[in-house]
Nanobody, 118 residues
Framework: QAQLVESGGGLVQAGGSLRLSCAASGITLSRATTGWYRQAPGNEREMVAT???????VYADSVKGRFTIWRDNDLNTVYLQMDSLKPEDTAVYYC????????????WGQGTQVTVSS
């Protein structure tokens, strides 16, 4: 069964760091784009960062220079390193992979809560 499992969220003070992990089973992350999205209460889900099959990375303007996304093909895992965290980064973070190479199906993880205190 194909699935994505996130981990690494938590509570951190402003200026701190967290690293999120998205481990995949049943799907190969290197074959298409995988991304991190977040949703804060009352807000729509928004893209945070993506990494394409060729390794190209795209970041939301709000996280450029603070967050880094990368993929470990051997572990079939995508990571999001979050530094210099701000209270406005508080949200539930979701991992996404669209299986464009097969059926264009979207896969989402269960989400992990990130809370940044001021």
């Amino acid at each position: 069964q194909a699935q994505l499992v996130e981990s690494g969220g938590g509570l951190v003070q402003a200026g701190g760091s967290l690293r999120l992990s998205c481990a995949a089973s049943g799907i190969t992350l290197s074959r298409a784009t995988t991304g991190w999205y977040r949703q804060a209460p009352g807000n729509e889900r928004e893209m945070v960062a993506t990494v394409g099959s060729g390794g190209i990375r795209v970041y939301a303007d709000s996280v450029k220079g603070r967050f880094t996304i990368w993929r470990d093909n051997d572990l079939n895992t995508v990571y999001l390193q979050m530094d210099s965290l701000k209270p406005e980064d508080t949200a539930v973070y979701y991992c996404n992979h669209r299986r464009t190479y097969r059926d264009n199906r979207d896969f989402w993880g269960q989400g992990t809560q990130v809370t940044v205190s001021s």
